[in-house]
C-alpha cells in the first residue's frame, strides 16, 4: 500500500500541538516547503544544464512566532536526524549556542546566516512528511521552509526575488552543510507550481513551467530504504570529475560539450572514469530538452522511455546506483501500464521513480512487494505547490 501523505494542515495542527507544549503559547506563523522529485535531469544541475523536477505533497511545515532578544530555539520533530533535537541559535553572531550541534541545525544556521534582510529572535518547531535520506530533498525543504518562515515573521512587503531566496538557500547548503549541490531542489521547493514540472536552465537560472496534467497518469516514488550520505566522497567525487572533463575540452562546463567532444576525450586517453561522466551528463542534458518537450505534448511514452534510458546512464556511466535501485526499476517495468521509471536523486539509494498509468499503480506496488528483499515505501504523487505562507 502507498503512504497516506498527511495534508499540510494536519502537519501544521500537529506542529501547533508540540509548539503550545514546549513554548506554551501559540504559534503565530506557519509556512510550509515542499521536496521534489526529479522527472529527469540527473547531475546535470552543477554542469549547467537542464532539470525537470517536480514539488511534491511531502512537505516540512515551520510554525512559530518572534519574540524579543537575540536567540532563536527551535525544535525539530524528526527523530531520524542527529541530536539534539532542539538547538538555539545566536542570530546576531549567526552560531549555534549548543554545545553538540547536530547536522540538521546547520541547514537552519545556513539559511539564517545568509537570508537577504533583517532575522528576528523567534521560537519554532519543525515537522516534516519528507522522508530523510530518500533523495527527495529533505534538505531543500528544510531551506526554504526556513527561508519562507523568516519572511513571514518579518511580514510583507517582500520585494526579494524568488530566484534570489533560492539561490541564498543554495548557499546556506553549500557553506554550512558541506554539500556542494546544484540549484535544482532550491528552485522547485520555492517555485514549483501544481499541475506543473518545472524545467530549469541551471546556466542562466530560469525556468519554464510545463503543464504535467492527466487523469490518467500518476507518479509512483518507491523508497528503497537505503540509506545515502552525499557529502562524503562520492558526489564530490563525481563534481570533480565533471570539471575535469570540461577543462580537458576548454569549455566552461559541459554544458558546452557534444557528443563528438566525448569522443575526442576518448582519443586523449583521458581516464576512463571522466569519459564515462561526461558522456553521462551530455546524453542527460540532450534527454531532458527533449523530455520538456514530450511532457508539452503529451507524449508520455516518449517521456518514459527517456525516462529509462536516463537510468541505464546512470547506472553505467555515472555509477550512481546500487543493486536495490536497479532492482526497482526491473520490478516496475515488468508490469504493463509502466511507462518509463528510474532513478531520482544524488543516487547511491533513495529512490526510483516511475511514470504509470493510473489504472497499473496497484500492479507494480504488488509486484515490487512481493519480489523487493527490503520494505519498500510508495508514495503516488501529482505535481504540487511550492513554498507558501499559510493563513492561521
Known amino acids: 500500500m502507498a503512504v497516506n501523505i498527511p495534508s499540510v494542515e494536519k502537519l501544521v495542527e500537529q506542529a501547533q500541538d508540540i509548539y503550545k507544549n514546549e513554548f506554551n503559547n501559540k504559534a503565530e506563523v ?30 516540512t511545515v515551520v510554525v512559530g512566532s518572534k519574540i524579543p532578544g537575540s536567540t532563536a530555539t527551535i525544535v525539530t520533530t524528526n527523530q531520524d536526524v542527529d541530536y539534539p533535537h532542539i ?18 541545525a546547520q541547514y537552519v544556521l545556513g539559511v539564517i546566516a545568509n537570508y537577504i534582510g533583517s532575522t528576528p529572535a523567534f521560537h519554532a518547531v519543525i515537522i516534516s512528511s519528507v522522508p530523510t535520506g530518500g533523495g527527495l530533498s529533505s534538505s531543500a525543504a528544510l531551506e526554504v521552509s526556513m527561508y519562507t518562515f523568516l519572511d513571514a515573521l518579518n511580514g510583507p512587503p517582500n520585494t526579494v526575488m524568488p530566484t534570489d531566496k533560492a539561490l541564498a538557500c543554495q548557499k546556506a547548503e553549500h557553506d554550512y552543510a558541506g554539500m556542494p549541490c546544484g540549484i535544482m531542489d532550491q528552485f522547485i521547493s520555492m517555485m514549483g507550481k501544481k499541475d506543473n514540472a518545472l524545467l530549469i536552465d541551471c546556466r542562466t537560472c530560469t525556468s519554464t513551467l510545463i503543464p504535467f496534467k492527466s487523469p490518467d497518469i500518476v507518479i509512483l516514488i518507491t523508497n528503497s530504504n537505503v540509506k545515502h550520505e552525499l557529502t562524503g566522497s562520492e558526489y564530490p567525487t563525481r563534481r570533480k570529475q565533471c570539471q575535469t572533463a570540461a577543462s580537458l575540452l576548454n569549455k566552461i562546463s559541459l554544458r558546452d560539450a557534444t557528443y563528438n567532444d566525448i569522443e575526442y576525450l576518448t582519443s586523449l586517453n583521458a581516464d576512463e572514469d571522466v569519459v564515462k561522466r561526461a558522456r553521462h551528463v551530455v546524453g542527460e542534458i540532450d534527454r531532458t530538452a527533449r523530455a520538456a518537450e514530450a511532457l508539452k505534448n503529451k507524449d508520455f511514452k516518449k517521456f518514459g522511455k527517456l525516462m529509462v534510458e536516463s537510468h541505464i546512464s546512470l547506472k553505467n556511466d555515472f555509477e550512481v546506483s546500487c543493486p536495490e535501485i536497479d532492482c526497482l526499476v526491473e520490478l516496475a517495468l515488468q508490469v504493463p501500464g509502466v511507462l518509463g521509471s528510474r532513478l531520482t536523486g544524488g543516487g547511491f539509494g533513495g529512490c526510483t521513480v516511475t511514470l504509470v498509468e493510473s489504472h497499473a499503480v496497484d500492479k507494480v506496488i504488488k509486484n515490487i512487494v512481493n519480489n523487493y528483499s527490503r520494505q519498500p515505501t510508495f508514495y503516488i504523487c501529482t505535481p504540487s505547490d511550492g513554498s507558501k505562507i499559510l493563513q492561521m
Open 30 to 59: 506557519a509556512v510550509f516547503g515542499p521536496g521534489r522529485v526529479n522527472l529527469i535531469g540527473e547531475h546535470t544541475d552543477y554542469n549547467e544544464g537542464f532539470v525537470l523536477p517536480m514539488a511534491l505533497p511531502l512537505v
Open 87 to 104: 538547538v538555539q541559535i545566536d542570530v546576531v553572531k549567526k552560531r549555534i549556542t549548543n554545545e553538540k550541534q547536530p547536522k540538521w
